[in-house]
């Protein structure tokens, strides 16, 4: 989606009119603000300010091309994918408008956008495509109508994301940042043997790609992206969130959970679902999902409710959501 919108910002500001096309080269002002920026930083590469670029190398070109979408992104992740959907927008305007190849063409594509008489053009048709989408999904959010939910057929990682072994993890290979101490423990929890657990899901936050459930923001409603959905052994789905007690929205998403936990409770949907405060494995039990979580001092779960899922031939997971 976000391509079209670039397309369609294009149009709007008749970017193809707009531009200078004739003689442009990648000026080294924005060069210095890459060596600046230190680009591959973001990527989790540190290079030395030192570095030393040629501008006739498409990979380069590249890196400064990288750079510059990674730099316009925010505040959106400067994930793999969302790169990915920018840089499309950027050669399907070219072969739309100028007839020029992403490939055979790729160096003249790259010193237009790059010179200094077209890059904050360019910069300005990406910034509207970000409100455009950003208006977009937070409408679809909110509107938070009945539907169904697929596990995602695969997720792209962005770079960070190191491969960990995590056998019951639906995705496979998992990935994980390590960034936050209290869901590297619930992994880790899950991944114990005898728990009941058939597979788990760590769940994003973004978009209808991941789940969510929805919680009030003054009078509006926003969605909440549980941490982890579970299937039990025995069919029931849990939905937890290992979640800090003391953060702001705490008692906001805990209430919103809590409530979309009764109304599953009332259809008669079979799963399990909380806020965890308290990750340590050694306050949980895992012999059977009635005791699979286990209150203590510093661990609240927000209670039991059910779930419809959809069995069919890939792997039994849909589910219901309301």
């Not at 730099?71 to 072969?95: A, C, M, T, W």
């Not at 995602?152 to 936050?180: C, L, N, R």
Request: net charge neutral; proline share 3%.
């Amino acid at each position: 989606m976000f391509t079209r919108l670039f397309l369609e910002a294009a149009t709007v500001a008749e970017l193809d009119e707009n531009i200078e096309t004739k003689g442009q080269h990648v000026h080294p002002s924005f060069i210095s603000d890459w060596k600046t920026g230190n680009i591959d930083m973001i990527a989790g590469t540190h290079l030395q300010a030192n570095t030393e670029l040629d501008t006739a190398s498409d990979m380069d070109l590249q890196r400064l091309f990288d750079y510059f979408v990674r730099k316009n992104l925010s505040p959106f992740h400067p994930e793999d994918r969302s790169v990915g959907h920018v840089k499309e927008g950027i050669y399907q305007f070219f072969g739309k408008h100028m007839k020029l190849d992403r490939v055979k063409d790729f160096q003249t594509i790259i010193n237009i956008v790059l010179s200094e008489n077209n890059r904050q053009r360019f910069a300005n048709a990406i910034d509207t495509a970000k409100q455009s989408y950003i208006a977009h999904t937070e409408k679809q959010d909110k509107e938070l109508v009945e539907e169904m939910w697929d596990v995602p057929e695969k997720i792209v990682y962005g770079e960070g994301y190191v491969e960990t072994e995590a056998k019951k993890s639906v995705m496979q290979p998992f990935h994980s940042d390590e960034s936050w101490k209290s869901e590297t423990k619930f992994c880790a929890f899950l991944e114990t043997p005898r728990n009941g657990v058939s597979w788990w899901l760590k769940n994003g936050a973004r978009d209808a790609t991941f789940f969510a459930v929805p919680y009030s923001v003054g009078k509006d409603k926003s969605p909440f992206y549980v941490d982890f959905v579970v299937l039990m052994k025995d069919g029931t789905i849990g939905l937890f969130d290992p979640h800090g007690i003391h953060l702001a929205d705490f008692a906001a998403k805990s209430d919103g959970l809590r409530s979309y936990v009764s109304g599953l409770k009332k259809r008669g949907r079979k799963a399990i679902g909380g806020i965890v405060a308290n990750t340590d494995p050694r306050d949980y039990t895992g012999d059977g999902c009635s005791t699979w979580v286990k209150e203590k001092t510093h661990t609240r779960v927000v209670g039991r409710t059910g779930y419809s899922w959809k069995s069919d031939k890939r792997d039994e997971r849909q589910v219901e959501r309301y």
